[in-house]
């Protein structure tokens, strides 16, 4: 969405219809496919090979699995963060070291995540955005198509509410942090294939 100060209205590109009511659920696939559609148009070719990279690698395995904002269990909105952060950690990592996107391991993105629970060094959050302004990213551009999805990805699900029963209490602290981790752990290594 874009706002025309000089004429005061807003236009926008129409990226995605969500289905409403009884009818099915967007599936991980559906939306990653958005989304590398959008890497596609918007971004560089780093950009776009890091979708492209992170959708095969998420979809292979988890694509079938339908988004849904309710339930204690990791759903397909969380697949989908995770690939938004892998995403962006192909693209970090091939940046600053000029390598190909499809040069990077497993390895390459478990160091770059860190390990979650070690609290002496900053959190993914700082530590990722000041990688991404170190090669000439602006958190806050808003036409600069990978600060824009690592906004999204910096939303912080706050602690459950003991008074709400429906909350979910899985995910809690940085939407790509927690999106991530799933995708990075022992139970998905063998069949995510990076």
Partial sequence: MRQDLDCGYYTWDHLAALPLGGTPKLTVRERLDELAAQAAREGDEPWRDAWDRARAVVT??????????????????????????????????????????????RDDVEELAGDWRDFTQPQMKERWTDRLEAIGHRLDDPNDPVMVRWR???????????????ASTYRVGHAGETGLRPLLSQHHRDHLRF
């Fill in 60 to 105: 292979s395995a988890l694509g079938d699995t339908e988004i849904s904002t309710t339930g204690y269990t990791t759903s397909g909105e969380e697949y989908v963060d995770g690939s938004g952060a892998l995403a962006i950690g192909f693209y970090l990592l091939a940046r600053e070291r000029s390598e190909p996107v499809a040069a990077l391991t």
């Fill in 152 to 166: 999204a990805l910096c939303y912080e699900h706050p602690e459950p509410d003991p008074d709400n029963p429906d």
